[in-house]
Nanobody, 126 residues
Framework: QVQLVESGGGLVQAGDSLRLSCVAF????????MGWFRQAPGQEREFVAA????????DYAGSVKGRFTISRDNAKNTVYLQMNSLNPEDTAVYYC???????????????????WGQGTQVTVSS
């Protein structure tokens, strides 16, 4: 069993940056694919970014490509999401997720992931 705990959310202004962290407890998440998703009020949860264990395979949603960076420190059981040039459309609850399987095209799909965190709120004011 893996428990995921996100942190780092907050209220920022447009153009600011934030770094989200997600720590995995319970067992090492080495070998797991890690993803970030977000859900805005009244919207469905959507893919943001995903990374395989080694960092060789990374994918981003088009809306965040060039602004957000996913990274991980396997020694610390932690995955990060660096978010730059934030805009109000980035306002959402951000979730990290872990997948026991292999990285694939399905790594952008919600149903792929076995474990989810509780989410951290990011609010961007204009």
């Amino acid at each position: 069993q893996v428990q995921l705990v996100e942190s780092g959310g907050g209220l920022v202004q447009a153009g600011d940056s934030l770094r989200l962290s997600c720590v995995a407890f319970g067992r090492s998440f080495s070998g797991y694919v890690m993803g970030w998703f977000r859900q805005a009020p009244g919207q469905e949860r959507e893919f943001v970014a995903a990374m395989d264990w080694s960092g060789d395979s990374i994918d981003y949603a088009g809306s965040v490509k060039g602004r957000f960076t996913i990274s991980r420190d396997n020694a610390k059981n932690t995955v990060y999401l660096q978010m730059n040039s934030l805009n109000p459309e980035d306002t959402a609850v951000y979730y990290c997720a872990a997948d026991r399987g292999q990285y694939s095209l399905a790594s952008s799909k919600i149903a792929t992931y076995n474990y989810w965190g509780q989410g951290t709120q990011v609010t961007v004011s204009s």
